[in-house]
């Protein structure tokens, strides 16, 4: 049996604001706009997380993060 640990990310593209919150770790705030973003979602994928769904509306861009224990 699979079991999961779960993230998130968060980007307002026009603040270009991007936060982070992961299991067993303080949120994380971050400036930036698509290269930003790119680098935050890549070293994320490089510790094992993988994107389990994304959501948008307007300005917002929501990720969840999932990676196998």
């Known amino acids: 049996m699979f079991r999961y640990e779960f ?15 992961m299991p067993g770790s303080g949120e994380r705030k971050f400036s930036g706009s698509y290269d930003e973003v790119v680098a935050v979602l890549s070293e994320l994928g490089g510790q094992g997380w993988d994107v389990a769904t994304c959501a948008a509306n307007g300005n917002w861009l929501f990720w969840t993060l999932r990676r196998q224990r």
């Not at 993230?7 to 919150?21: F, K, M, Q």
């Open 7 to 21: 993230g998130v990310v968060e980007w307002l593209w026009d603040l270009e604001a991007i936060r982070v919150n």
